[in-house]
């Protein structure tokens, strides 16, 4: 079946870093990719989206392209503040409408 | 306005109880979901209905019973409580025609702990 993996955390950065968090997919045909965000105690919020390859979604300062050739959608920031330390979740709507999660990459963001 | 809206918050129980779990969204959706959250933060989807009807329903134990009363609310209840079940459970809600562009909409979550 469709399935997500993402690297795993934590992932420990200083203030103004750069971020990357890779997230490769498996499908059938090609479909919706997400990256959802979970704040600390909170729930996840929808971060990025891209429908079809080459789009890119961006959203505050974060931006992923849906490579159909390497079945990426790696997530970066070019900059990160300690307010984005969250758990960061790739996902995909596989071909019954499942949004399927990869199992998550924590961030710290330190001063 | 929340969008997708969860209670309680926080559950803390005895094993063997039964408890429930409720959940509404205002979003005009017509499909909610219940998924559980491990503590390795572990996201698995339990059940899906679609305008009332049950449409997913993955390899839950059977203690789990999801109600959908109208398509705008999506009940979860648990008997015979277990420690295992500790878990954060969040509800969510999407268009089913709309998913591949807009994703589903989440609660904020119940954090669910059986001692």
């Known amino acids: 079946g469709d399935s997500v993996t993402q690297m795993e955390g934590p992932v420990t950065l200083s203030e103004e870093a750069f971020l990357t968090i890779n997230c490769t997919y498996t499908a059938t045909g090609y479909p919706s990719l997400f990256w959802y965000v979970q704040y600390p105690g909170e729930g996840l919020q929808l971060l990025l989206k891209a429908t079809k390859a080459d789009d890119k979604g961006s959203n505050k300062g974060f931006e992923a392209t849906y490579r159909k050739e390497t079945t990426s959608f790696h997530l970066e920031k070019g900059s990160v503040q300690v307010s984005d330390s969250a758990v960061y979740f790739c996902a995909l709507i596989d071909s019954w409408g499942k949004l399927q999660f990869g199992a998550g990459t924590q961030v710290v963001v330190t001063p | 306005d929340t969008a997708v809206s969860q209670t309680p918050k926080y559950l803390v129980t005895q094993m063997g109880n039964d408890k429930s779990i409720k959940c509404e969204q205002n979003?005009?959706?017509?499909?909610m979901y219940w998924y559980k959250q491990d503590s390795k933060k572990f996201l698995k989807i339990m059940f899906s209905y679609n305008n009332k009807e049950l449409i997913i329903n993955e390899t839950v134990p059977n203690r789990f019973s999801p109600k959908s009363p109208d398509k705008a609310h999506l009940n979860l209840h648990i008997n015979s409580l277990e420690l295992g079940d500790s878990a954060v459970y969040f509800c969510?809600?999407?268009?089913?025609?709309?998913?591949?562009?807009?994703?589903?909409?989440f609660g904020s979550g119940t954090r669910l702990t059986v001692v």
């Open positions: 979003l005009g959706h017509d499909t």
């Open positions: 969510a809600s999407a268009m089913a025609d709309r998913v591949e562009y807009y994703g589903y909409t």
